[in-house]
């Protein structure tokens, strides 16, 4: 792991980098209610982001591929991807205001987010290009859905390696790009909306159909998260489950980044699929019981979780 840009990386992340502002709330809000709530404090966030930190923190040598604006905001949000040893040389700095995420997290530790995407959305086809050998060079390139449409497709386009993709928030991407995704990673919600886009909706919301459903659409491999019953690995060779540590979630703000980046630092380091995400549901479960995003994820001296 090194920040010299000459340094060979494995895992490069093309994605969105945002100053998350998280507020605590006894419950979420009705529409038009207000109510008091704590903190408001500045983190690092952005999946892309969120994936490359844990990543890199397990052991991974990860490049990030993104952009942050001049403004006050891009400094917290890039502290930990500098102090996680995460390549930095594809990371622009644009005019523009850092992308920003507006959190809400309830005392049983669900979360709801709003982004303001900013300096992501100028990660275009353009953008993504001029980062041609980087991306070309990984042998994992690990994408989301918070960069445009046409940043997503060149950077597939560009991909010599593996593509692996949590298209979160499922955003409209050609179809061609999409199914190179080995694996598709999503959870149910966005299994369901993989599937309409792929014009192969179905009505089942149980977990083996959505993954079945998945893999017959085209997807050589999925990785389904399915929330505190763990996640469901599918390939040829067929599904498996995979289980969760119990543990009491505090805040699950990028638990799901945290399972992404863990599972792909394991597959770059020989993991097979189903290896690769025994380890990242434990990763992702300790990543609940910490507040933040990337501020809550474990490092390889962290004791994980037990399934
Ligand atoms: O997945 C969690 C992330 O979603 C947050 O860090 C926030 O920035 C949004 O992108």
Same mark, same amino acid.
């Given at each position: 792991?090194?920040?010299?840009?000459?340094?060979?990386?494995?895992?490069?992340?093309?994605?969105?980098?945002?100053?998350?502002?998280?507020?605590?709330?006894?419950?979420?809000?009705?529409?038009?209610?207000?109510?008091?709530?704590?903190?408001?404090?500045? /983190?690092?966030?952005?999946?892309?982001?969120?994936?490359?930190?844990?990543?890199?923190?397990?052991?991974?040598?990860?490049?990030?591929?993104?952009?942050?604006?001049?403004?006050?905001?891009?400094?917290?949000?890039?502290?930990?991807?500098?102090?996680?040893?995460?390549?930095?040389?594809?990371?622009?700095?644009?005019?523009?205001?850092?992308?920003?995420?507006?959190?809400?997290?309830?005392?049983?530790?669900?979360?709801?987010?709003?982004?303001?995407?900013?300096?992501?959305?100028?990660?275009?086809?353009?953008?993504?290009?001029?980062?041609?050998?980087?991306?070309?060079?990984?042998?994992?390139?690990?994408?989301?859905?918070?960069?445009?449409?046409?940043?997503?497709?060149?950077?597939?386009?560009?991909?010599?390696?593996?593509?692996?993709?949590?298209?979160?928030?499922?955003?409209?991407?050609?179809?061609?790009?999409?199914?190179?995704?080995?694996?598709?990673?999503?959870?149910?919600?966005?299994?369901?909306?993989?599937?309409?886009?792929?014009?192969?909706?179905?009505?089942?919301?149980?977990?083996?159909?959505?993954?079945?459903?998945?893999?017959?659409?085209?997807?050589?491999?999925?990785?389904? /998260?399915?929330?505190?019953?763990?996640?469901?690995?599918?390939?040829?060779?067929?599904?498996?489950?995979?289980? /969760?540590?119990?543990?009491?979630?505090?805040?699950?703000?990028?638990?799901?980044?945290?399972?992404?980046?863990?599972?792909?630092?394991?597959?770059?380091?020989?993991?097979?699929?189903?290896?690769?995400?025994?380890?990242?549901?434990?990763?992702?479960?300790?990543?609940?019981?910490?507040?933040?995003?990337? /501020?809550?994820?474990?490092?390889?001296?962290?004791?994980?979780?037990?399934?």
């Amino acid at each position: 792991m090194s920040s010299d840009p000459t340094s060979p990386v494995d895992i490069v992340v093309v994605g969105s980098i945002n100053a998350d502002l998280t507020v605590r709330v006894r419950r979420h809000p009705h529409p038009g209610e207000t109510l008091l709530g704590s903190g408001g404090g500045i /983190t690092p966030g952005g999946k892309g982001a969120n994936q490359a930190v844990a990543a890199a923190l397990q052991g991974g040598a990860v490049a990030m591929v993104g952009a942050v604006g001049t403004d006050a905001y891009a400094e917290p949000a890039t502290e930990y991807l500098r102090s996680s040893g995460v390549d930095m040389s594809g990371v622009a700095s644009v005019d523009e205001t850092t992308g920003l995420a507006v959190i809400t997290v309830s005392d049983d530790g669900e979360n709801s987010i709003v982004v303001v995407p900013g300096a992501n959305a100028t990660v275009t086809a353009d953008f993504v290009e001029e980062r041609a050998p980087l991306i070309e060079s990984a042998r994992v390139v690990l994408l989301q859905g918070e960069i445009p449409a046409d940043g997503f497709a060149a950077a597939v386009r560009l991909a010599t390696g593996r593509v692996v993709v949590n298209l979160a928030p499922v955003i409209e991407v050609d179809r061609k790009s999409l199914l190179r995704a080995d694996p598709i990673m999503a959870n149910e919600h966005e299994a369901g909306l993989l599937l309409e886009q792929l014009g192969a909706g179905i009505s089942s919301d149980i977990p083996e159909e959505l993954v079945s459903a998945l893999l017959d659409a085209g997807f050589p491999s999925v990785v389904l /998260t399915i929330g505190a019953r763990g996640a469901l690995v599918g390939d040829t060779s067929g599904l498996t489950k995979i289980p /969760t540590p119990r543990i009491t979630p505090v805040d699950t703000v990028g638990a799901g980044d945290a399972f992404a980046g863990a599972f792909v630092a394991r597959l770059v380091a020989g993991d097979d699929l189903v290896t690769a995400s025994r380890h990242a549901a434990r990763v992702g479960a300790f990543a609940a019981t910490g507040h933040g995003a990337q /501020t809550s994820y474990p490092g390889m001296g962290d004791q994980l979780p037990e399934a």
